[in-house]
C-alpha cells in the first residue's frame, strides 16, 4: 500500500481520529488525511484552522501529510494517485453506510476501501458529540488531543461572546 | 503493507475468497493465504487438498503464497512477521463477530485487521452454502473457480459412492 | 402470485408460522406450507407428524396446502411450478442469513423471495424456545395453536417418561 | 396478488428501483408505481418530470402503471384498492425503519408489505448518491436507465448555468 | 435505583413511552421524565403543554414526577443526585445510538444507562409518525393515551386553520 | 429495585462479567449471579468451581450473592423473589437475541430484563474467546480477574496433560 487517503471532515479532529491516522500510518508509505471542503454544510472551524491543527496533530507520524479536497473523493484519488481509502469502524450503523460508498466507489473507478476496527475506547467518539458537551460546559478532556481542546474552548467562549 | 495473511478453512475456497485475495495482493507487497488447521472441525477437502487447490487458483498472483497453520493467529502472524490480516466482509452478521476478533487480536499483539468490502455479486457466498448446493445436484458453476469445481463434484460424487 | 412456498421445519408449528401462512394465503391464489426433510437434524416430532398438525391447523384455509420435500429448495419449487417463496421476518438477525439465502436462490433460478413483518406479538416467538420453555413446563399456550399444544404436552410428558 | 404499490420519490429512478419494478409485475396482476407528492422536501425533477420519466422507463412492462399520490400510503392503497406494498430491501440499516412502517400500515389498515431482496449488484445504489456523483461530473452511466441519464446530465448542467 | 431519569422530546407522549414510565416504576423508588428543551429544535407542542400532558398521563403512578431540562444531561442528573437513565429500546438502529450516548455518558460522569425492551405491540411507534399520521387525518386512537389523542386533534385543527 | 438476577453460564467468568456485576450492585439492592447448570453443554469448569471461583471474584461487592439454578429462569426469579435481569450488551448481534428473551420473558411471566451497556473495553470479550486463546499459550491476564487467571492456566495444563 504505497499512498493511502483519510478523507472526512475533521471539526475538529478526535483522538479517535488520530488512532486510525496512526494505524494506517503503519500499513502504508503514506498517508493522506484530507479535509472535504463541503460548502454547504456548516462548521465550527474554518478548513484552514482544521487543516492547522490537523499538521500539529500529525507532526510526530512522518509520513502522514494534511490535504485538502473538494467534489468527489474518488477525482481526488485519482489526481494524486491514491489507490486506497481507510476509514475507522465504530459501529454496525457506520458499517452500513460505509459499505454502500465503498461499493459505488469501487465500482467508479475501482478505488479500494479499507476498514479498520477502531480501538473501542473511542468507539463512541464522534465530532458531533465532542462539540454538543464542550458547547454545554462538559468536560471533553482526553477525547480531543490537547491543541484541539485549547482552540475548541477558545472556539466555543468566543461563538458565546459573539 | 508488507506480508498481510489472509486466514480462513476455504473447504473450498470461492470465487469470492479469490476476489479477496486478488484485492489484498493489490495492497500489499506479498499475502499468505494461510489454512487454517481445525482437527475438531470436520471439513470436505483434507488440508493437503485445499493447498493444492488454492496454489493453482492464485497461481496468476505472483505476491500471493499459500501457507497452513494452527494454534493462535496472533502467534502465526508474528511468527512469518506479518503485521496485518485482511478479511472480506459480506454482511453486518459478519462484522460483529469479526470486529470482536480484530480487537481481540489487536489487544493480544498490536495485530492490526483490515476489512475489504467485498465485491457485492458475492455477498451471498459461502463455502458451506456452495457444498449444500453442490451435495444436491445444484448448479455452482461460477460460484467457484473451475479447478475447484470440478474437484468439488468428483468429490461429492466420491462421498455418494461410499 | 400464482403459486407461493412457504418452507420450513415447523417442529412445530407455531402462531407466528400460522400468522405468515394467513397473511400469504391472502396474496397468493394457492399456498404450498412445505415441511424440510432433514435426516441430519434432531427433531421432536416426526415429519408425518408435523404434517398431520399442519393440516389440521390449515383447515380454514381453503387455498393452503401441506406437502414435504428433501434437497434444494429450488428444485422443489420448479417441480411445483411456484414462483416465489414467502418467509416471515422478524428480526435483523434473521435478515441478514434470510437475504443471502434469497439472493443464493434467485441466482441458482430466478426463485423470488418476498419477506413479510410479522406481526410484532409473535416476533420473539420460535419453534425451538416454545420447546425449551415446554420442556421445563413453562407456559406456552397461546404461542402455539390449541391442537398444537396438546400434542406438544403429550410429545414431552412421552419423552421424559421414556 | 391482484394490485401492488410501488411508492416512492424516484428523484430520479434507478436501475434498482427499475428491478424492483420488474420483480413486482412478475407477482402482481397490475403494478402502480405511486410518486408521493412532498411538498416539504425539495427535489431535483418536478412530479410531472418524474411522472413521464417513469413511464417511459416502465414503457416494456405491460401490467406497470404509473401514479402520484400524497398525504397518507394507507388511503392512497385503500382509494386504489391495492392490498400490498412492494419494497425492495438494500441493506439492514432500511431494514429497520421500513418494519416500523411496514408494521404501523399493517395496524392502520391491514395493508400489507412485502420485502424483495434487490439484485446485490444494486444494493449500493440510492437516488440521492446518483445525484451527488452526477453532480460533480462523475459517470452514473449503468446506475439509471438511458432517458434517465440523458435528462439527468440536462437537469444538472441547466442547475450549474442558472 | 434510588431515582431514575427518562429523559426525552415526549412531542407528544406515545402509548411506548407510557409503558416505559410504568415499568421504570417498578424499577426505582423514584422516576422523574425529563422534558429535554430544545430551542434549536421545532416541536408542535410547547414544553408547558408537554408537561401539562405528562402531569396527567403518569397522575396514576405516584412515584413518577415531571421535570425538564437545558444543557447536558449528565450535568442535570447530577443536580437531582439521579444515578440511572431509564431508556425503552424498540430496534437495532436505537441500539447502535444509545450504546455511544450511554458510553459516553458513563466516561463523563458515570453515569449509568438502563435498557428496557419495550413491549413488542409499541416496537414501531415514535411521536414523529404519530404526528405524521395525525396530521393527514389518520387514526392514532390506542397509539398514544386518550387525553394526549385530544389535544393532538385540537393542536393540528389548529395548525390548519392558522 | 430490590433483588436483581444477573443470569449465565461463567465458564469461567471474565472482567467483562466482573464489570457487570459490580454496576448492578450500584442498582439494586441485592443482586444474585446464577450459574446456569445445563447437563446437555459441556463445560470446562464444573459448576460448582464456577461458583467457587465467582463468591472469591464478588467478595468485595456485600450486596452480590452466587447460586446455581437449573430450568426456566423465569421460575427461578419467582422462586428467588427477584423482580429484574440484570444483562450486559456487547454488540448488536446480542442485542436481538437477548430481546427475543426479554420479550418472551416477559410475556411468560412479566419478569423485567435491563440492559447494561458494558465497559468499551470488554466489549470483545467472552468466555468462549478467553478459553480457546488461553489453550494455545495466549496471554489472558487482564480479561479475567486473577484468581480465574490461575485456575484456567492449571485446568487447561491438567487437560493436555490428562
Redesign the interface.
Known amino acids: 500500500?504505497r499512498r493511502a487517503i483519510c478523507p472526512g471532515s475533521f471539526d475538529p479532529c478526535t483522538n479517535g481520529h488520530l488512532d486510525v491516522f496512526s494505524?494506517a500510518a503503519?500499513?502504508?508509505d503514506e498517508v493522506i488525511v484530507a479535509v472535504l471542503i463541503n460548502k454547504t454544510k456548516s462548521s465550527l472551524f474554518t478548513v484552514a484552522e482544521r487543516i492547522e491543527m490537523l499538521q500539529e496533530v500529525v507532526a510526530p507520524l512522518p509520513n502522514v501529510k494534511i490535504d485538502s479536497f473538494h467534489?468527489?473523493l474518488?477525482?481526488y484519488c485519482r489526481e494524486r494517485q491514491a489507490?486506497?481509502i481507510?476509514k475507522g469502524?465504530?459501529?454496525?450503523?457506520d458499517?452500513?453506510?460505509e459499505?454502500?460508498?465503498?461499493?459505488?466507489n469501487?465500482?467508479?473507478s475501482r478505488l479500494?476501501?479499507?476498514?479498520?476496527?477502531t480501538?473501542?475506547?473511542y468507539?463512541?467518539?464522534?465530532s458531533s458529540?465532542v462539540k454538543e458537551?464542550a458547547t454545554?460546559?462538559?468536560?471533553v478532556a482526553g477525547l480531543v488531543p490537547d491543541l484541539v481542546l485549547e482552540r475548541l474552548l477558545e472556539k466555543i467562549s468566543g461563538t458565546i461572546r459573539a
Do not use: H, K, W
Open positions: 500500500m494505524r503503519e500499513m502504508a467534489g468527489l474518488v477525482d489507490q486506497v481507510v469502524l465504530r459501529a454496525v450503523s458499517f452500513d453506510y459499505l454502500q460508498m465503498a461499493q459505488m469501487y465500482r467508479l479500494e476501501t479499507v476498514f479498520i476496527s480501538n473501542p475506547l468507539g463512541y467518539l464522534s458529540l458537551i454545554y460546559g462538559g468536560d
